[in-house]
């Protein structure tokens, strides 16, 4: 089966700018979760889908929001960038059947710089 | 925030020697995971230990976990060039989906 993919691999965007990063999850994996991560914060839970529902949210602000698709592909969208979202954003799918937790498969994730 | 930190936060050992790393949480957990990082990539999941377990092996790995201490160790025996990354461990909640809270990780060196 093929990775977790993400697109785009790097992106730099302006202050006040949107941008719009995607995930494709492997496939049969109903759940997908986005991580931020920098030097100072390390890796931070953003939120997590399954079946098209935001099913946790970490504590971020409105200007992150996502959604999926109905074929478990998801998006994740900032509005009015700030220099501190400069980040790696990292896009995980995991199988999950039932409420058993399993691993999560990372994609490479999607380089966000913010000039 | 992060649930919890994680020891030696970097580790330097020849080629062949064995790496031990620490992890401690602080809330009850589902299970810990422990997952590998190299330079800024994804991560890749190397174990996952859960609650009710106290061991666990894979290859060249062995996790342990203390819930009593709320604490889990990575042991790479035999160690190569290759596992130099970063690791962190990961908690899984008892209640709620599948989000992942990570530790500051340990950046392993590992000189030929």
């Known amino acids: 089966k093929a990775g977790v993919t993400q697109t785009p691999r790097y992106l730099i965007k302006t202050r006040g700018q949107q941008v719009t990063l995607s995930c494709s999850p492997i496939s049969g994996h109903r759940s997908v979760s986005w991580y931020q991560q920098t030097p100072g914060q390390g890796l931070q839970f953003l939120f997590e889908y399954f079946s098209e529902t935001q099913r946790n949210k970490g504590n971020f602000p409105g200007r992150f929001s996502g959604r999926q698709f109905s074929n478990s592909r998801s998006e994740m969208n900032v509005s009015t960038l700030e220099l501190g979202d400069s980040a790696l954003y990292l896009c995980a799918s995991s199988p999950q059947t039932g409420f058993s937790y399993n691993e999560q498969f990372f994609g490479p994730g999607t380089r966000l710089t913010v000039l | 925030s992060q649930q919890g930190e994680e020891d030696p936060q970097a580790l330097s050992i020849q080629e062949g020697e064995n790496a031990t790393m620490n992890c401690s949480y602080k809330?009850?957990?589902?299970?810990l995971q422990w997952y590998r990082q190299n330079s800024g990539r994804g991560l890749v999941h190397l174990i996952l230990?859960?609650?009710?377990?106290r061991e666990k092996h894979s290859g060249r790995l062995r996790v342990t976990l203390d819930t009593s201490k709320k604490s889990s160790s990575l042991l790479i025996t035999a160690s190569r060039a290759a596992d130099t990354a970063s690791y962190f461990c990961?908690?899984?909640?008892?209640?709620?989906?599948?989000?992942?809270?990570f530790g500051q990780g340990t950046r392993l060196t590992i000189n030929p």
């Open positions: 230990i859960r609650s009710n377990e």
């Open positions: 990961a908690t899984g909640a008892i209640q709620g989906a599948q989000k992942l809270v």
């Open positions: 809330t009850s957990i589902n299970n």
